[in-house]
């Protein structure tokens, strides 16, 4: 087996995998959009209200109200790249967070108000400064509340895997030793001892049960690949597709031990690591 480049099937699973989540992601995005909208439209008059004897749909504002929210959504969304690849991928803080929201309601700021004054201007009629500023904030709230349900789960996600100087404190008898998350290449069972394997390659054991250890640590960084070990996202090396479904799992060089330098993943725990591997 070739270890130093993925192999075809491991992109091919991989891609497919990205794709898909990708697809998912986009349509909860945009059940967001359509619930944010129907719920604004419904509020905005008493006529709108589902009960009343003069209901109507109201089609004419959810229509120009999805409308706004995608271009929201576009406005926010290469800022929201913008950020992970600047700030979010190092550290979440609550500082980079509050300037995230800022710039999207800046860069709305920017595009509402000449947006607004071109379409007085068009309808014939006049700008007055306090409706501006009035339907300014409005906006500004709406989009705010918005732009937070759209990312709320992609900012917890990056702050999850953002954690990476996180430590454990290995027991071992009467010995403890910190350990970041860094330091660990996996954690295996063996004969019913457990051992914390570094990335210099030295093991160490602990009085831990994997499934202690497995509800102690970061799962965005750690993978309980099967009953025996627990990996860390770097020590993978290399995926292969194999029979019935399930993968193979090459690991890193610094693992020495054969019975663990390459694992099965079951068909049933596949699409659970892809989606963690990516």
Known sequence: MNTTQPTKNTIKIISDTFISSSRWRWFKKGVVLIVFSLIINHLASRDSFPGSESYRFPIEGFLSSIALCILIGIVADLNFKFYKKKYFYKKV???????????????????????NIILNIIAGGQTEFYYLLIGLLITLLLCFILIGLLYVQDIYNLYKLSIKEAEITIESGAKMTKLTYEDIACFY?????????????????????????????NDQLFFR???????????????????????????????KNDTITKINISRYKRKDFLNWFQ
């Open 93 to 115: 803080e609550i500082v980079t967070v509050i300037w995230f929201m800022t710039s999207n309601l800046l860069y709305i700021t920017i595009i509402y108000i000449p947006v």
């Open 225 to 255: 690949a099967n009953r025996q070990i627990i990996i860390h996202k770097d020590t993978v090396d290399q995926i292969e597709k194999i029979e019935n479904g399930k993968l193979c799992i090459q690991l890193k060089d610094f693992i």
């Open 189 to 217: 069972s063996e004969n019913k001892i457990v051992y914390t394997i570094r990335k210099d390659g030295t093991a160490i054991t602990t009085d831990f049960t994997l499934n202690e250890l497995e509800e102690k640590i």
